[in-house]
Nanobody, 124 residues
Framework: QVQLVESGGGLVQAGDSLRLSCAASGRTFRSYAMGWFRQAPGKEREFVTAMSWNGGTQYADSVKGRFTISRDNAKNTVYLQMNSLKPEDTAVYYC??????????????????WGQGTQVTVSS
């Protein structure tokens, strides 16, 4: 069992930066691929980025070059550094955990555990 708690969301202006954190419970954190997804009002949840247990990464095209995922296995925490934020980045951001070998999945259905989400609002 893995419990995930996100933090770091807020209201920022376009062009600003924000760092989200996701703290995980459980001794097997390092075995999980960790992903970030987001859901804007009236839209489906979409993949943002993910990192495998050994550091392999995947990014959505819309965030490449602006967002960076990282993880600290000693702290059981995964981070999402978001730079050059745009109004279209406004959404609830969720972290998720997937037990997988190889590159992490881009499909939300493949993830086993989810956090409660944190709101990110980018004003123009």
């Amino acid at each position: 069992q893995v419990q995930l708690v996100e933090s770091g969301g807020g209201l920022v202006q376009a062009g600003d930066s924000l760092r989200l954190s996701c703290a995980a419970s459980g001794r097997t954190f390092r075995s999980y691929a960790m992903g970030w997804f987001r859901q804007a009002p009236g839209k489906e949840r979409e993949f943002v980025t993910a990192m495998s247990w050994n550091g392999g990464t995947q990014y959505a095209d819309s965030v490449k070059g602006r967002f960076t995922i990282s993880r600290d296995n000693a702290k059981n925490t995964v981070y999402l550094q978001m730079n050059s934020l745009k109004p279209e980045d406004t959404a609830v951001y969720y972290c998720a955990a997937e037990l997988r070998v190889g590159l992490p999945s881009l499909r939300s259905d493949d993830y086993d555990y989810w956090g409660q989400g944190t709101q990110v609002t980018v004003s123009s």
